[in-house]
């Protein structure tokens, strides 16, 4: 089956999914949909969508198909009108099939055996034959301990196996065996040794160059401005969603992404939305002192200036980010002046309270 190009809107009482099925028989097909549930079925196409509100059969729903440009479009009613469906930009949300709520617990241990209420049943005996061994104690050093990393720390021993591929892409040698303390003192000791004041100083009194990137406007700027005006006008969702509005190729990479689930605790959530602050903060340096064109130095550059990248990095609060980055932003790139720092911060801001929409934006 082939997942179709879709797009959906809304007004206050109707929500409108547009579905472009080329080379479908138009006289075969099959749409069903309550509730948030809506599935459409015209060979070789099904699409499958969990909605972020309720919808309701009611006999005002409608249909229509362009021959011309082979497109369903679907208007069905909202269970409750005047409700603002959030999310419709976020294709690969909608795609994902909704998860089955039980009162199961989460995590079970398999392969117990029941417990009578007398005790352990007798054919669950204890093995009293079972082999034993003499115990021989061992140094902790011959322990070799693994550290973890990654998103939400989830990773361990992958450069065990590729530290000769990865030597250039991250500057931390052995992060299996160098745990997050040693990691973030090697990384302040390479900093200071990097630090070049006669390049700061220059940089600082030379500014021309310096001076006409921070006058140059992201990509992000003009929505920005949008959102707050539409916010000093009125505080409804609904003003602000139409500021956003994806292209047919961001679209088609959306629909390639997979949504997948991490179960986080609540320690490795805040770890994963710290490290998005600090490549965010990489990547808007990047954006402005390259004036929105890549070159063959961006990845570098982000690299480099995000130490969750480069130094696998793990965070506990927002200002050892800003100050860590600030430190990067004086020792590595082509331009360190701490207006750009200033000018990052004030960019990622703006980033985070264009919502995670916008996120999806970037290239």
Known sequence: MLTPAFDLSQDPDFLTIAIRVPYARVSEFD???????????????????????RIVENGSEQGSYDADKGIFTIQLPKETPGQHFEGLNMLTALLAPRKSRTAKPLVEEIGTSEVSEEGVEDDDEFDWEIEQFPYNEVSESALNPQYHYGFGDLRSGVFQRLQDEFSDVVDIKDPDFTSAAERRQKRLAAELAKFDPDHYLADLFEDEAVEQVLKYNPWWTEMYSKMMASLGKSQEQENHAALVSF????KYQLRKFV??????????????YYSLIDILLAYCYETRVTEGEKNVESAWNIRKLSPTLCWFETWTNVHEILVSFGRRVLCYPLYRHFKLVMKAYRDTIKLLQLGKILLCLQH
């Open 31 to 53: 749409v069903y949909f309550k509730g948030v549930d809506f599935k459409f079925y015209a060979k070789p196409y099904f699409l499958r969508l969990t909605l972020p509100g």
């Open 247 to 250: 292209s047919e190729e961001e």
């Open 259 to 272: 949504n997948k689930s991490y179960l986080l605790d609540k320690r490795a959530q805040r770890q994963v």
